[in-house]
């Protein structure tokens, strides 16, 4: 049986790794998965989950400042427990390193002193890295020259690496682009496409108030015209939530619903609605933008983000100027004009959003490597 040995430092906070190691899990394919975590944040149960893992209690603040420091740390760490429970690296045929600068900068240690190969998979959150901690623009290069394949969740982000590492041999044959992939409710229960809406449009927001989302300037486009749109706002949280909350009291034209979790909930949020709208800044990804477009709801997502080139202006919505509230209306009526054909294409194309589609890509991407 294929085994894989995932680093994973995401596992603890974001739910998209837990659906995708249960559709590998389904698919046959054993797995172990180490990650650090906080000694406040409780053990997970690997027993109930049906794959091995250690969850390694060492994640302070303090390794934040000290990065090589932390490397070390984290990688010790793991080969200690395999020396103590009497396993070795030998036994797997490959680590998936679920990011580069710290899941890939262990995978790539355990590669120089055990040879197991390994992959790597790179998020916006490293190119974030690299701008605070230029420093580590060589030790990427090292990671990276060593990859087996590498991963790029969107078509902006490989374009980033390989304009940042254009000296890494080989670069532009190793990266594969694969995305990830939505909760199976949403796959599951896809509507018919929906016709051409009437003023004021329902526009939605779904995430948290952070100051990237640009959460004011779609409160701004909503206050631009109050007979032509109608906003409904789900999530909360963030570096720019006492702002928001400001903005939106007492705004007739703005239903703010809080945090919400239920995927069924959400579902009918999304097919009540006419447009999504997330116009981020330095958006990795954006899942919410997949939801909404499995349930025919059309998309306004920023230019070159993480979600921008996966499909061609107009086809399942229209990517913007962050910064531009115009630009925000333009594309919102070119949205209007075209939108049932738009409607269509969006559940079409979200399918390609599958887990089980996704994960079919992986094993491949194992198999070959």
């Known amino acids: 049986m294929l085994q894989i040995l995932h680093i994973c430092s995401g596992f603890y906070n974001q739910q998209l790794y837990r659906y995708f190691f249960e559709e590998l899990k389904i698919s046959g394919i054993k797995q172990f998965v180490f990650f650090p975590k906080r000694k406040w944040m409780k053990n997970p149960d690997f027993n109930r989950l049906g794959y091995e893992g250690y969850a390694y209690n060492h994640h302070n603040l303090i390794l934040k400042i000290f990065y090589f420091l932390k490397i070390r740390i984290y990688t010790k760490a793991l080969i200690k427990f395999f020396e103590k429970n009497s396993e070795h690296f030998s036994e797997f045929k490959l680590i998936h390193a679920h990011n580069l600068f710290v899941d890939g900068a262990i995978a790539y240690k355990l590669n120089t002193n055990y040879k197991v190969k390994y992959i790597t998979a790179i998020r916006n959150a490293d190119i974030k890295y690299l701008r605070y901690m230029p420093f580590l623009y060589f030790f990427g290069k090292k990671i990276l020259k060593n990859s087996e394949q590498i991963i790029c969740i969107s078509p902006s ?188 294409k969006c559940l079409i194309k979200a399918k390609q959003f599958n887990w089980s589609k996704i994960v079919n890509q992986y094993k491949k991407l194992y198999s070959l490597s």
Do not use: C
Not at 170 to 177: C, H, P, R
Not at 187 to 194: A, F, H, R, T, V
Not at 195 to 211: C, Q, R, V
């Open 157 to 344: 982000i490989k374009t980033k690496i390989l304009n940042k590492f254009k000296s890494v041999p080989n670069l532009n044959n190793k990266i594969k682009v694969i995305p990830n992939g939505i909760n199976k409710v949403f796959i599951e229960n896809s509507p018919l496409p929906k016709a051409t809406p009437d003023y004021p449009l329902k526009l939605l927001y779904i995430g948290s108030f952070l100051k990237q989302k640009n959460i004011h300037r779609i409160i701004a486009l909503i206050n631009s015209d109050k007979d032509k749109y109608h906003l409904t706002i789900v999530g909360g949280r963030g570096n720019y939530e006492k702002k928001i909350r400001q903005l939106i009291k007492n705004n007739n034209n703005i239903n703010y619903l809080g945090i919400i979790k239920d995927k069924k909930q959400l579902l009918n949020i999304y097919r009540q609605s006419d447009i999504f709208i997330m116009p981020s800044v330095n958006e990795t990804f954006g899942l919410v933008y997949v939801e909404a477009m499995s349930q025919g709801t059309p998309i306004v997502y920023s230019k070159n983000t993480g979600f921008d080139h996966f499909f061609k202006d107009g086809e399942v919505g229209y990517s913007v100027n962050p910064h531009s509230v115009k630009d925000y209306s333009l594309k919102i009526e070119q949205i209007i004009n075209q939108y049932e054909t738009i409607s269509r």
